[in-house]
């Protein structure tokens, strides 16, 4: 028993160190923190939404819309080429996950299979012999079409959430189409699931003139037209819009937008690239004097009547805007369209004032139940307590270390978990502790005793430590945010109980019976 | 220097074995009525599984819930509960599900929002969706299973599969009792109360495990000595160090329960039942049962391991 080795006893001390380095930073002000030396780890525990306050949103990715225009692109093309070729066709349209189409006559069969090899490289083509054609995307395309669409929204979400102004927001992927979205400090996300919801798709389409509204409503709306909501209905503006299918100019070649004012209201400037110059410069030329609707997410925000040629690329878009609404349409528009909408399907958002308390109270919980275990311990088994309270002390310590060093997210579960391992955490001892007393009972000395106490009780501490390890990794496995923080804290602490009540205790217990060389053990 | 106080005095000679047709009895009666409550009065889901709303607000002053109630009530949400939370100055308004989509749900929460005005401070705002629900619900079942066949698996590696058995008799009973409570009390079922039911299960196997640790000991030490003769040495060598640890873990848990905060307060509830039910079981249900289970005694000697005349 006396036998200890010197690297055992560098390595206990070593990692007692190692905690309080890396623990010490927690209890420094943060002005403090930063005058430190750069060797020094100044990380500290980063707190979770539910203790610093924010919000936690899972957004769903609406990846149908990606594969119904997709879809749509294929049906488009495949019309293009049937007319160029003048191939008689019928009941073109999309069904589940293909194009399907009938070539009316079956001369135009064998033409028609020539043309259509080759609509989309990606796709599964069958003809059969009654002249109905299916075109299928392949699996792949579908799933790569979908991820470069996940991976759009997830850049697009993160530009707009950027445009915020908040802090160190975190945007991950997660599984096919779904995005997790970690506001800290937003305790009202109502602004940014507004500017979330929104796919802000904005297209310049011409207003069709061949008809009023009212004859288009009552009456039949004319082919390659169809009517539109305005995106804000106030008095002076019609209810509804007659504008063109066909898109003339797209937001995509937007470079810029700016909310500013012009006599006295407010409105949005913007400014397209050399390419969507040259289109807004040909449109307008060629349409002076008609009305020109600017359409975001088939809503009409306007439809100004185009004055002269627009030829430098920019210009300015106006409507019934407040301020607050020209500067959210200039953000959304500078950051760009949403591949497809988001959904929030889960929210979860803490006030700083109920973080602050939940941090206060857990605390409280933990000082109050360290100090009930400590006067127990102490009671119960006298000097061999104060020994299980030091390493109870330390493993609080390297707890906290490794949360710091490892940036694990502490929650308020999180600080349960570390109640929960005070009080477990001493469990290891008693193990030991109560082995001791059975075998001074049979008469060993003390040395000896306490050497069989140790060797006896770790097969037991071992098995029972590991089960519970085994249910704070399915734990971790399950759960979300929070219950995942308690599930580190949990598995962390069983871990570093280990080592504090066995190496540590040890320890302390080879260094008094080298000092005192006791005759009894007083336990 | 201070005297160690000895809280189960040496030598302690308790026969638990003997009386556990009445802790059988006992457990029957938690079980049974645990599976009537479930099935009467079903588990109290909160938004976690159910999906729907949770708000926590607080006032400057008292809050009048009547009034908030009265305010919410023609907005025409479904079921709306409102309750003081811990405080005078705190209430929760639990909101159903909304009929529809996630989108429906986002705009009931700015409704009430725009109803309360900005006099409340919003502490907490949660949404759960249809979709994530019943998800979590599904991921929920599946830990809990996996980690008992995974601490099944460990225990019939490291004992024999007879104490793997008795291991998960006393588990899932610990683990039945505790949803059983949650139905009878009506408390609310969610994430963290899953959280609280596995480390439950780690808690309760932690004790199992060391008193078995003692009877395989034994059973080796004592191989003509009848089993419940064992059974009941094992259990009073190792009541001492089952009794602390069950007192400092209760010690901690009670910490929590009562400063820990109103949303940790529930959780720290389900721990401190499931201790004492995890401690009692693995005494009269864990141990006992070893008695049914054909239990290997060393190589080959199979002599006086079977189960005693007026038990067959």
Same mark, same amino acid.
């Given at each position: 028993?006396?036998?200890?080795?010197?690297?055992?006893?560098?390595?206990?001390?070593?990692?007692?160190?190692?905690?309080?380095?890396?623990?010490?930073?927690?209890?420094?002000?943060?002005?403090?923190?930063?005058?430190?030396?750069?060797?020094?780890?100044?990380?500290?525990?980063?707190?979770?939404?539910?203790?610093?306050?924010?919000?936690?949103?899972?957004?769903?990715?609406?990846?149908?819309?990606?594969?119904?225009?997709?879809?749509?692109?294929?049906?488009?093309?495949?019309?293009?080429?049937?007319?160029?070729?003048?191939?008689?066709?019928?009941?073109?349209?999309?069904?589940?996950?293909?194009?399907?189409?009938?070539? /009316?006559?079956?001369?135009?069969?064998?033409?028609?299979?020539?043309?259509?090899?080759?609509?989309?490289?990606?796709?599964?083509?069958?003809?059969?012999?009654?002249?109905?054609?299916?075109?299928?995307?392949?699996?792949?395309?579908?799933?790569?079409?979908?991820?470069?669409?996940?991976?759009?929204?997830?850049?697009?979400?993160?530009?707009?959430?950027?445009?915020?102004?908040?802090?160190?927001?975190?945007?991950?992927?997660?599984?096919?189409?779904?995005?997790?979205?970690? +506001?800290?400090?937003?305790?009202?996300?109502?602004?940014?699931?507004?500017?979330?919801?929104?796919?802000?798709?904005?297209?310049?389409?011409?207003?069709?003139?061949?008809?009023?509204?009212?004859?288009?409503?009552?009456?039949?709306?004319?082919?390659?037209?169809?009517?539109?909501?305005?995106?804000?209905?106030?008095?002076?503006?019609?209810?509804?819009? +007659?504008?063109?299918?066909?898109?003339?100019?797209?937001?995509?070649?937007?470079?810029?937008?700016?909310?500013?004012?012009?006599?006295?209201?407010?409105?949005?400037?913007?400014?397209?690239?050399?390419?969507?110059?040259?289109?807004?410069?040909?449109?307008?030329?060629?349409?002076?004097?008609?009305?020109?609707?600017?359409?975001?997410?088939?809503?009409?925000?306007?439809?100004?009547?185009?004055?002269?040629?627009?030829?430098?690329?920019?210009?300015?878009?106006?409507?019934?805007?407040?301020?607050?609404? $020209?500067?959210?349409?200039?953000?959304? +528009?500078?950051?760009?369209?949403?591949?497809?909408?988001?959904?929030?399907?889960?929210?979860?958002?803490?006030?700083?004032?109920?973080?602050?308390?939940?941090?206060? $109270?857990?605390? +409280?919980?933990?000082?109050?139940?360290?100090?009930?275990?400590?006067?127990?311990?102490?009671? $119960?088994?006298?000097?061999?307590?104060?020994?299980?309270?030091?390493?109870?002390?330390?493993?609080?310590?390297?707890?906290?270390?490794?949360?710091?060093?490892?940036?694990?997210?502490?929650?308020?579960?999180?600080?349960?978990?570390?109640?929960?391992?005070?009080?477990?955490?001493?469990?290891?001892?008693?193990?030991?502790?109560? /082995?001791?007393?059975?075998?001074?009972?049979?008469?060993?000395?003390?040395?000896?005793?306490?050497?069989?106490?140790?060797?006896?009780?770790?097969?037991?501490?071992?098995?029972?430590?590991?089960?519970?390890?085994?249910?704070?990794?399915?734990?971790?496995?399950?759960?979300?945010?929070?219950?995942?923080?308690?599930?580190?804290?949990?598995?962390?602490?069983?871990?570093?109980?280990?080592?504090?009540?066995?190496?540590?205790?040890?320890?302390?217990?080879?260094?008094?019976?080298?000092?005192?060389?006791?005759?009894?053990?007083?336990? | 220097?201070?005297?160690?106080?000895?809280?189960?005095?040496?030598?302690?000679?308790?026969?638990?074995?003997?009386?556990?047709?009445?802790?059988?009895?006992?457990?029957?009666?938690?079980?049974?009525?645990?599976?009537?409550?479930?099935?009467?009065?079903?588990?109290?889901?909160?938004?976690?599984?159910?999906?729907?709303?949770?708000?926590?607000?607080?006032?400057?002053? %008292?809050?009048?819930?009547?009034?908030?109630?009265?305010?919410?009530?023609?907005? @025409?949400?479904? %079921?709306?509960?409102?309750?003081?939370?811990?405080?005078?100055?705190?209430?929760?308004?639990?909101?159903?599900?909304?009929?529809?989509?996630?989108? #429906?749900?986002?705009?009931?929460?700015?409704?009430?929002?725009?109803?309360?005005?900005?006099?409340?401070?919003?502490?907490?705002?949660?949404?759960?969706?249809?979709?994530?629900?019943? #998800?979590?619900?599904?991921?929920?079942?599946?830990?809990?299973?996996?980690?008992?066949?995974?601490? *099944?698996?460990?225990?019939?590696?490291? !004992?024999?599969?007879?104490?793997?058995?008795?291991?998960?008799?006393?588990?899932?009973?610990?683990?039945?009792?505790?949803?059983?409570?949650?139905?009878?009390?009506?408390? #609310?079922?969610?994430?963290?109360?899953?959280?609280?039911?596995?480390?439950?299960?780690?808690?309760?196997?932690?004790?199992?495990?060391?008193?078995?640790?003692?009877?395989?000991?034994?059973?080796?030490?004592?191989?003509?000595?009848?089993?419940? %003769?064992?059974?009941?040495?094992?259990?009073?060598?190792?009541?001492?160090?089952?009794?602390?640890?069950?007192?400092?873990?209760?010690?901690?848990?009670?910490?929590?329960?009562?400063?820990? @905060? %109103?949303?940790?307060?529930? !959780?720290? *509830?389900?721990?401190?039942?499931?201790?004492?039910?995890?401690?009692?079981?693995?005494?009269?249900?864990?141990?006992?049962?070893? *008695?049914?289970?054909?239990?290997?005694?060393?190589?080959?000697?199979?002599?006086?391991?079977?189960?005693?005349?007026?038990?067959?």
């Amino acid at each position: 028993m006396l036998q200890f080795p010197a690297w055992k006893m560098t390595l206990v001390v070593a990692v007692c160190l190692i905690g309080i380095l890396y623990a010490v930073p927690n209890f420094l002000k943060t002005e403090f923190g930063a005058n430190l030396p750069n060797f020094a780890p100044g990380k500290r525990v980063s707190l979770g939404l539910d203790l610093q306050g924010g919000s936690y949103l899972l957004l769903k990715v609406d990846l149908d819309v990606v594969i119904k225009e997709y879809l749509e692109e294929i049906s488009m093309e495949v019309r293009k080429k049937l007319r160029k070729a003048r191939v008689g066709y019928s009941k073109l349209g999309s069904t589940g996950a293909s194009v399907v189409v009938n070539i /009316r006559q079956e001369k135009d069969f064998a033409k028609s299979k020539k043309l259509l090899d080759d609509v989309d490289p990606n796709c599964e083509i069958i003809f059969d012999a009654n002249g109905s054609v299916k075109i299928t995307p392949r699996e792949d395309a579908l799933n790569e079409r979908k991820l470069l669409a996940l991976q759009q929204s997830i850049e697009i979400v993160r530009r707009r959430i950027d445009e915020t102004g908040v802090r160190e927001p975190t945007i991950q992927r997660q599984g096919t189409d779904r995005i997790l979205v970690q +506001l800290p400090g937003v305790d009202d996300p109502e602004r940014i699931k507004a500017l979330l919801g929104q796919t802000a798709k904005m297209v310049f389409r011409l207003v069709d003139m061949s008809k009023s509204v009212s004859e288009a409503v009552t009456g039949r709306v004319p082919s390659g037209s169809e009517l539109l909501a305005p995106l804000v209905e106030s008095a002076g503006d019609p209810a509804l819009y +007659l504008v063109k299918k066909r898109v003339m100019v797209s937001g995509e070649h937007l470079i810029d937008a700016q909310a500013t004012f012009q006599d006295g209201q407010p409105v949005v400037s913007f400014r397209f690239d050399t390419s969507g110059s040259k289109r807004f410069g040909k449109v307008t030329s060629e349409n002076v004097n008609r009305p020109f609707a600017i359409i975001l997410d088939n809503k009409v925000i306007s439809a100004p009547v185009i004055r002269e040629p627009i030829l430098g690329g920019s210009g300015i878009i106006s409507g019934s805007f407040t301020v607050k609404t $020209a500067n959210d349409l200039a953000l959304l +528009l500078r950051a760009g369209a949403l591949p497809a909408p988001l959904t929030v399907l889960e929210e979860r958002t803490v006030g700083p004032g109920l973080g602050f308390d939940s941090i206060e $109270a857990g605390k +409280l919980a933990s000082v109050i139940g360290l100090c009930l275990v400590i006067v127990f311990m102490v009671i $119960a088994y006298g000097l061999f307590g104060i020994f299980a309270n030091v390493a109870l002390f330390f493993n609080i310590v390297i707890i906290l270390g490794a949360l710091s060093a490892l940036q694990a997210t502490l929650t308020l579960p999180g600080i349960a978990g570390i109640v929960l391992t005070i009080g477990m955490a001493v469990d290891a001892n008693v193990l030991i502790f109560e /082995r001791i007393r059975e075998e001074v009972l049979l008469g060993r000395t003390p040395i000896s005793a306490i050497d069989a106490g140790y060797k006896r009780a770790l097969t037991t501490i071992i098995d029972s430590n590991l089960t519970t390890l085994f249910a704070a990794i399915c734990l971790y496995s399950f759960g979300s945010g929070p219950i995942k923080g308690f599930a580190v804290t949990l598995a962390i602490g069983i871990l570093t109980s280990m080592f504090t009540s066995i190496m540590l205790t040890r320890f302390l217990i080879v260094l008094w019976l080298r000092g005192k060389r006791p005759n009894s053990v007083p336990i | 220097m201070l005297k160690p106080v000895r809280f189960v005095p040496a030598g302690t000679k308790i026969r638990f074995v003997d009386k556990r047709r009445l802790a059988f009895a006992l457990s029957a009666i938690i079980l049974l009525s645990s599976v009537f409550c479930l099935t009467s009065l079903g588990l109290n889901f909160g938004i976690d599984f159910r999906g729907g709303i949770l708000m926590e607000i607080r006032g400057s002053g %008292e809050v009048n819930i009547p009034q908030i109630r009265d305010k919410l009530s023609t907005l @025409g949400l479904g %079921e709306v509960s409102i309750q003081e939370f811990g405080k005078k100055t705190d209430a929760l308004i639990r909101i159903q599900r909304q009929d529809g989509a996630e989108k #429906e749900q986002m705009a009931a929460i700015k409704k009430v929002k725009d109803r309360l005005g900005d006099i409340f401070d919003y502490r907490r705002t949660e949404f759960v969706g249809p979709t994530v629900g019943a #998800e979590l619900k599904e991921a929920g079942i599946i830990a809990v299973c996996l980690a008992l066949l995974s601490i *099944l698996i460990y225990i019939w590696l490291r !004992f024999e599969w007879q104490f793997s058995l008795g291991a998960i008799v006393a588990l899932s009973h610990d683990i039945f009792s505790t949803i059983g409570l949650f139905a009878l009390l009506q408390y #609310e079922f969610n994430l963290a109360t899953v959280a609280a039911i596995l480390t439950i299960a780690g808690y309760s196997i932690n004790d199992t495990v060391v008193v078995y640790d003692r009877v395989r000991e034994n059973l080796r030490k004592y191989r003509q000595l009848e089993l419940s %003769e064992v059974f009941n040495m094992s259990i009073n060598e190792t009541l001492s160090r089952t009794m602390m640890t069950s007192v400092t873990t209760l010690l901690a848990l009670c910490s929590i329960y009562f400063f820990g @905060g %109103e949303v940790l307060a529930d !959780f720290a *509830l389900a721990m401190i039942w499931g201790v004492c039910i995890g401690t009692y079981s693995s005494i009269f249900i864990a141990v006992p049962i070893l *008695l049914y289970v054909k239990l290997k005694r060393g190589e080959g000697d199979y002599s006086g391991l079977q189960v005693p005349e007026d038990e067959r």
